[in-house]
């Protein structure tokens, strides 16, 4: 099969779509599809190919969302490229920009469409509106969102029942809804596979003390991870746990604010930021660590907790439905519903090396369901079921004429 993606974030862009993506290509390549990839240039340096024409890279306008482009126009030179590509399935993972894009080429070439919903977009409608006309705003996300999902693709692939339930009881979406969690590349985390003197380097050069216990966070610094619910909460712990520090992995546009809030809390000794950290780098600061921590709500699945039980870590999280079906209570780690709970919890895991072993064995086991080879078998079901659904229809009425002229000619009625 020959699959087009179409996102408007790709590698060297780190963040959870772009990881996904990046996956998902490798996972359908070992299975000997041919897949190309339409995304947005970093750069300022226009448009260009790459990987032999197999990658292009059309120029966009910074959004002011982190650093994110938005694309504006479609050079004809990449229409041309792609249109030699013979396109079976498109598969989009933006609703906007590269995404709008990818509608056209399916409509102009006649090639089906399936898109991935990654983004609660009404969660990030601040950034826009710096707090004016919010309702209003989210109106327009709906709308723009119910349109792009509904009018302009055969079938929809959400990552979580979270997801399903925004489309189904507030969009009231009444097409296909296919809920595949996001795959990873679990091997990539497995203890087995980091090396050791790696692992120690990576301690000294952050400080760390053999009897430091490190409580992990791993992603984009900013308001709707409530990275704030960490820090303040952690003022508390190490008065009963002096040798937690709290590891802040990821950059953004909070990062100084926060770090703000760490010597406010006088706890500037027993938290680290480490700023934007390299994609490949990343399974390293898991293997560091003795638990992961999250109180974002704003998640569509959360990678970084799958990423975080394939390195065998416990996982406390808050009780959001983005975690209710990755996270086993009290068997691969804990969600909680407010500051004690969250606290209760950390506390138990800091104390109990048994409990926190045992937590994190049965986590790596229930990680191996997110392996990319399942992922991408499930998203390929669905690009069948899209290619299908564009079979040309047969005119039922004529054939069953055609069926009972040919049979009265062979009775001779």
């Known amino acids: ?53 197999r990658i292009i890279r059309i120029p966009g306008i910074p959004t002011g969302i982190y650093d994110y482009r938005l694309t504006t126009f479609y050079p004809i030179r990449a229409v041309n490229k ?102 990873i590349e679990i091997e990539r985390f497995y203890k087995e596979n980091i090396n050791r003197d790696s692992i120690m380097h990576l301690k000294g050069a952050l400080m760390l003390k053999p009897e430091d216990k490190v409580v992990l966070f791993v992603g984009r610094i900013a308001e709707e991870k409530s990275i704030d619910f960490l820090i303040n909460n952690h003022k508390d712990i190490v008065k009963k746990y002096k040798s937690a520090k709290l590891v802040i992995v990821g950059d953004g546009p909070d990062l100084d604010k926060y770090k703000k809030l760490v010597l406010k809390n006088k706890i500037q000794d027993n938290v680290i930021f480490t700023g934007k950290v390299p994609w490949e780098d990343i399974p390293y600061y898991y293997n560091i660590a003795d638990i992961f921590v999250t109180a974002s709500k704003t998640e569509t699945q959360g990678l970084t907790v799958i990423e975080a039980m394939a390195s065998s870590l416990p996982v ?17 780690g804990y969600l909680f519903k407010d500051k004690k709970e969250y606290q209760e919890y950390l506390l138990t895991l800091l104390k109990d090396d048994k409990l926190r072993s045992e937590m994190g064995r049965e986590a790596r086991i229930s990680s191996e369901v997110y392996s990319s080879k399942y992922f ?36 001779g009625k």
């Open 1 to 53: 099969m020959r699959i087009g993606i179409f996102t408007d974030t790709y590698p060297p862009y780190i963040n959870g779509v772009s990881t996904s993506i990046k996956m998902l290509e490798n996972a359908l390549r070992k299975k000997g599809h041919k897949v190309f990839i339409v995304t947005v240039n970093p750069d300022d340096l226009g448009y260009h190919f790459e990987d032999n024409g």
């Open 82 to 183: 792609i249109k030699e590509w013979n396109l079976d399935i498109i598969h989009t993972h933006t609703e906007f920009g590269i995404g709008t894009f990818a509608r056209v080429i399916g409509k102009q070439f006649d090639i089906p469409v399936v898109h991935t919903y990654h983004t609660m977009y009404e969660d990030y409608v601040h950034y826009i509106t710096k707090g004016y006309f919010n309702k209003s705003s989210k109106k327009i996300v709906e709308y723009l969102t119910k349109f792009y999902c509904d009018k302009t693709i055969e079938e929809l692939i959400v990552p979580t029942k979270k997801t399903y339930d925004l489309f189904k009881e507030k969009y009231k979406y009444d097409r296909n809804i296919h809920i595949i969690p996001t795959g």
């Open 316 to 332: 406390v999280a808050i009780l959001d439905d983005s975690f209710k079906n990755v996270i086993n209570q009290s068997k691969t």
């Open 376 to 411: 991408a078998d499930r998203v390929l079901e669905v690009y069948k079921l899209a290619l299908k659904e564009r079979e040309p229809k047969k005119d039922k009425s004529f054939m069953c004429r055609l069926k009972n002229t040919v049979k009265k000619g062979l009775h």
